[in-house]
Nanobody, 122 residues
Framework: QVQLVESGGDSVHSGGSLRLSCAAS???????MAWFRQAPGKERERVAC???????TYAESVKGRFTISRDNAQNTLFLQMNSLKPEDTAIYYC?????????????????WGQGTQVTVSS
């Protein structure tokens, strides 16, 4: 059974940085992975994606500030978040695609993590 466990969420001031991690277990194969976030009263949105080939895509709101990466040997996904803003406050979830060979444009969530809270104060 695949499990995704996020960590690294915290409370920071505007302009600060955080690094989120997502440890995957249960399947060593390389799949497209993504980070989503959900703020109170808002829909869950995808902020970054990395496919099995290492190609990345970002939401416009985080381009230039967030970087998604992965360590396939450790089966871990990362999200480096710099220049954080209060509007980045949300629960951040990592997700794995249902299929191994899709691109981020066709991302279909197969598994979710439990989420980690990020709070940015002004």
């Amino acid at each position: 059974q695949v499990q995704l466990v996020e960590s690294g969420g915290d409370s920071v001031h505007s302009g600060g940085s955080l690094r989120l991690s997502c440890a995957a277990s249960g399947d060593r194969a390389v799949y497209p992975m993504a980070w989503f976030r959900q703020a109170p009263g808002k829909e869950r949105e995808r902020v970054a994606c990395i496919d099995a080939f290492g190609t990345t895509t970002y939401a416009e709101s985080v381009k230039g500030r967030f970087t998604i990466s992965r360590d396939n040997a450790q089966n871990t996904l990362f999200l480096q978040m710099n220049s954080l803003k209060p509007e980045d406050t949300a629960i951040y979830y990592c997700a794995r695609d249902k299929y191994r060979t899709t691109y981020c444009s066709n991302f279909a969530v197969g598994y979710w993590g439990q989420g980690t809270q990020v709070t940015v104060s002004s």
